[in-house]
């Protein structure tokens, strides 16, 4: 059996059509400093611990808003929802001002919120670690709020598509009590 890292061209061929098997919830990274509003779409964001409260996302290294939202320290995770498609185009694009045209508001950090998020998520970038071609960024979750009552936009065998309905809202329980019909036996 070959090893795909022997041939680089085919690793990354074979890497990019084996994962996008696996869908990925569409995100846009904004933050503001003097110059103005800029933003990216990260394409694999994860939440990471819960105390503390950690999520991140990975930004390209040839990314041009990255530098930017790194050096503020601050940014907010825009969780998109259903019908957002046109954002997570206008945020793909390289370079240029992103916001022209558009409606947002600030979070108490003075990060942009898009309108019509399912999730917007406020964070203090906690830490950077370079992987590959990418840059994992971690955020301390400082704020959240919750946006449209819509399905979230993901991403998937490279298309963008909408999760359909939820159609029981029973399942996730609102006490631990709840949760007893919920366990998983466990095997010996």
């Given at each position: 059996m070959t090893d795909?890292?022997?041939?680089?061209?085919?690793?990354?061929?074979?890497?990019?059509?084996?994962?996008?098997?696996?869908?990925?919830?569409?995100?846009?990274?904004?933050?503001?400093?003097?110059?103005?509003?800029y933003g990216l779409v990260a394409g694999s964001f994860v939440s990471i611990s819960l105390d503390p409260p950690l999520v991140g996302f990975f930004a390209a290294r040839s990314s041009t808003s990255w530098p930017r939202i790194a050096q503020t320290g601050f940014f907010a995770i825009n969780v998109l929802a259903a019908g957002q498609d046109d954002l997570c185009v206008r945020f793909s694009r390289s370079g240029g001002d992103k916001f022209t045209g558009m409606r947002w508001t600030s979070s108490e950090l003075g990060n942009p919120l898009l309108p019509g998020a399912v999730l917007w998520i406020d964070c203090r970038l906690w830490e950077v670690k370079a992987l590959g071609d990418h840059l994992l960024a971690v955020g301390r979750v400082i704020a959240l709020h919750e946006g449209a009552q819509s399905e979230p936009?993901?991403?998937?065998?490279?298309?963008?598509?909408?999760?359909?309905?939820?159609?029981?809202?029973?399942?996730?329980?609102?006490?631990?009590?709840a949760?007893?019909?919920?366990?998983?036996?466990?095997?010996s």
């Open positions: 795909i890292a022997d041939d680089p061209e085919l690793s990354r061929t074979t890497l990019r059509k084996a994962l996008s098997a696996v869908p990925t919830p569409v995100t846009v990274v904004t933050a503001s400093d003097s110059e103005g509003p936009l993901v991403f998937h065998a490279n298309e963008l598509h909408t999760l359909p309905p939820k159609h029981n809202e029973g399942l996730i329980p609102p006490s631990p009590q949760c007893r019909s919920f366990e998983v036996p466990r095997v």
